[in-house]
């Protein structure tokens, strides 16, 4: 992002000269579609569009530019030449700025959304007047967005790279391999377990890559590679259809480019061939 995101609670008092308005019905957000292109309503498109909303939640300054998070109600219909779309239908289509303050947006729109009463006691919950929480005003319980944090790993032998394949992907398609936290573990061990449970193999050397928002629906993948460091693959069947070692110059179908586990990929792929300039 050129012009950097600085995340906000509190909306300005007096109506903004700009904005972008990330609406969603759903986990469905509303855009301008435009051949291979999507965008944005802006200030003065969405309020003329007039679309019953449920809540509107502020998130933020580009630059001059105010960004809102809106809920708009399950009745209203998509105004001509507009379409609700999943974000994962928009990675190509919507700018990568955009598209990520859109995964920030429909995580705290479905946050809202879920939390309206107390999971103690029952009682509406109200919105905190500071922070990006919801409250309880009988108990006083406090509710915030959730994030729900996962590994990914990118495991590596030799010149070869882990690639596995999920029934959920799209035909064709492999990616490296990922699962969620549990209670009482360190990362390290979450990756050794899931590498363990999908594929049957022990790993080594294991160490920090990057993090990404994954909002499907409300991830924090943290990326990392390993070494083989031992056993034959066996795939845990009710997660993966199947899982082999592939070498640069044979590789399957891989995940888009905008995802941590390509990131993953071609960064391996470019430490085996650093002159290759192609990727």
Known sequence: MNTPFVS???APTESPATALFF?????QLLVYLDGDTARLPELGDFTALGLPTRAQHYLGTVGATHCYAVEIAAEA???????????RDLFELLDEDHFWLGARAVQIVAWNRTHKFCSQCGTPTQAHPRDRARICPDCGLQFF???SPAIIVLVEKGGELLLARSPRFPPGRYS?????????ETLEEAVAREVREEVNIQVDNIRYFGSQLWPFPNSLMLGF?????????GIDEDE???ANWYSPDNLPELPPNISIARKLIDTFLAKQNPHDQSR
């Not at 490296?176 to 009482?184: K, T």
């Not at 590679?225 to 693959?233: K, L």
């Open 225 to 233: 590679t390993a070494s083989y460091a031992g056993g034959e693959i």
């Open 8 to 10: 906000a609670v509190i």
């Open 23 to 27: 609406a969603f019905q759903d986990d």
């Open 176 to 184: 490296v391999l990922a699962g969620f936290v549990e209670p009482g």
């Open 77 to 87: 219909n998509a105004p001509t030449d507009m379409a609700f779309k999943g974000l």
């Open 145 to 147: 967005p959730r994030l």
């Open 240 to 242: 993966i259809v199947d």
